[in-house]
T-cell receptor
């Protein structure tokens, strides 16, 4: 079993819908990344968080350290949000760390 | 003024050949990484370097040899290429080692196809 599990694996939504992608992990972490990979392949870091909640535009990321769970929400989804969303957890810190990735959630937003 | 740039974008080669992928970052970051993304789109860390020093080597065959001539460059050399090496390789950098206040910046990836 992977240390980082994401759900769902695939998600199809209609434009305007509220999207939630979940990430659960089984190890102690120092921080968690949400990444976005577009169909062209490039990867962009959306959020890094170690507690609470962060918001950027229509994207919101939350993390509950005690429950070892994080969610990525997209409000008013748009076809340009279609991408693979990847959760990655960071164990350790400084230059001595390990980054473990989930397998990603493929989001398709239809117009 | 690309932040993390890798070359080439595509690399097609035959089994047994030796090839290199280059990575450069102009962000002034201390730490650079190589990640491999397999056919199932699963990302895995291969190496990380901090100020030209190898920090992480994640059970990668020794046919893979990273080289960091300075902290702005981390190149990946692969000897005796095998079919299973076909994947997309991503370079990334961060200001310090990955921590809560040091996000990763990725290059656009190099798609390696071994025939």
């Amino acid at each position: 079993k992977n240390e980082v599990e994401q759900s769902p694996q695939n998600l199809t939504a209609q434009e305007g819908e509220f999207i939630t992608i979940n990430c659960s992990y089984s190890v102690g972490i120092s921080a968690l990344h949400w990444l976005q990979q577009h169909p062209g392949g490039g990867i962009v870091s959306l959020f890094m968080l170690s507690s609470g909640k962060k918001k950027h535009g229509r994207l919101i990321a939350t993390i509950n350290i005690q429950e070892k769970h994080s969610s990525l929400h997209i409000t008013a989804s748009h076809p340009r949000d279609s991408a693979v969303y990847i959760c990655a957890v960071i164990k350790g810190g400084g230059s001595n760390y390990k980054l473990t990735f989930g397998k990603g959630t493929l989001l398709t937003v239809n117009p | 003024d690309t932040a993390v740039s890798q070359t080439p974008k595509y690399l097609v080669t035959q089994m047994g050949n030796d090839k290199s992928i280059k990575c450069e970052q102009n962000l002034g970051h201390d730490t650079m990484y190589w990640y491999k993304q397999d056919s199932k789109k699963f990302l895995k860390i291969m190496f990380s370097y901090n100020n030209k020093e190898l920090i992480i080597n994640e059970t990668v065959p020794n046919r893979f040899s990273p080289k960091s001539p300075d902290k702005a460059h981390l190149n990946l050399h692969i000897n005796s290429l095998e079919l299973g090496d076909s994947a997309v390789y991503f370079c990334a950098s961060s200001l310090t080692g990955a921590s809560w206040n040091s996000p990763l910046h990725f290059g656009n990836g190099t798609r390696l196809t071994v025939t």
